[in-house]
């Protein structure tokens, strides 16, 4: 029978291929998911906002995050820091209903669609490594 932190160890090497980030020792930590890979993945994307691309921040849009903590990194959408911060009509200046209703975007539809895009980038790689370490594809691969 595995701890909780063994299957999550394991999940995260065997979903994700990489080892679980150590935490520091305190148990008061608490927070949202963190997952710096994911976030890089993000900024490499156009910006939602206005399209322009190789600009853009990994904006959190969620509600997960509590007091002066940020929401999950699940929850980014990529814009760009004008689109971001920085412009009058700007997410962060606006506020998140302002912004969706301006740019006509959904942040729950996004996030949704970002979230299984990256784990199917992430099951893709669990298989092309076993493929690769095995010489086989796994039986229900295709």
Not at 75 to 95: D, W
Request: proline residues 6%.
């Amino acid at each position: 029978m595995f701890t909780e932190q063994q299957l999550r160890s394991y999940l995260a090497w065997a979903v994700h291929g990489r080892k679980q980030p150590r935490r520091a020792t305190s148990s008061t930590r608490r927070g949202p998911p963190r997952d710096e890979a994911y976030l890089e993945w993000i900024r490499e994307m156009p910006c939602i906002g206005c399209g322009v691309e190789g600009r853009s921040e990994a904006a959190h849009t969620g509600t997960d995050g509590g007091m002066s903590m940020k929401a999950s990194d699940y929850s980014c959408v990529p814009l760009c820091s004008g689109c971001h911060t920085q412009a009058p009509g700007a997410y962060h200046r606006v506020g998140k209903r302002v912004f969706e209703r301006e740019q006509r975007l959904s942040f729950a539809d996004i996030v949704a669609r970002l979230n299984r895009e990256w784990r199917y980038k992430c099951a893709w790689q669990v298989t092309r490594r076993t493929v690769h370490r095995t010489g086989t594809a796994p039986p229900d691969a295709s």
